[in-house]
């Protein structure tokens, strides 16, 4: 399976602590991350990541676009809610192809670690017919 993860600056540390945590799910799958998460979690977690540019220099917009041709088959992206993101468009965007293309999108802490154990368990299989 192709993971995504993407995480606000308020929110990079918390994304390196759960890749820490589920290094165990995210080994055997391929991940992908903007440039910045990519970095971080590839030294916290010891993780091989496929890195996009940083968020706000086109890294969404490069997730985007293999989401639009269904090369991703679950996003994580920690999001901060209480922050203004000048690159918001492009947020929104990432969020609406995921609903287009049935793809699971984690926004918070709860619910990916509920997607990560899901993956664990063979719940997320249906992704691979579809391709």
């Known amino acids: ?19 820490i945590a589920y290094r165990h799910i995210l080994i055997k799958n391929t991940v992908y991350a ?8 590839e030294e916290a977690a010891n993780l091989q990541i496929h890195k996009y540019l ?5 890294g969404v917009g490069q997730l985007s676009s293999q989401i639009a041709h269904n090369d991703i088959d679950l996003v994580i992206f920690l999001r901060d809610p209480v922050s203004q993101h000048h690159n918001e468009p492009d947020i929104d965007n990432l969020m609406r192809l995921c609903d287009i293309h049935n793809i699971p999108l984690a ?25």
């Open 34 to 41: 903007t440039g910045t998460t990519g970095r971080l979690v």
């Open 107 to 131: 926004s918070n802490l709860a619910t990916a670690e509920a997607l990560l154990l899901a993956l664990e368990r063979g719940d997320l299989d249906w992704r691979k017919i579809i391709k």
């Open 1 to 19: 399976m192709n993971i995504a993860l993407v995480a606000h600056d308020n929110k990079k540390i918390l994304m390196e602590n759960l890749c």
């Open 54 to 58: 940083a968020g706000h220099l086109g």
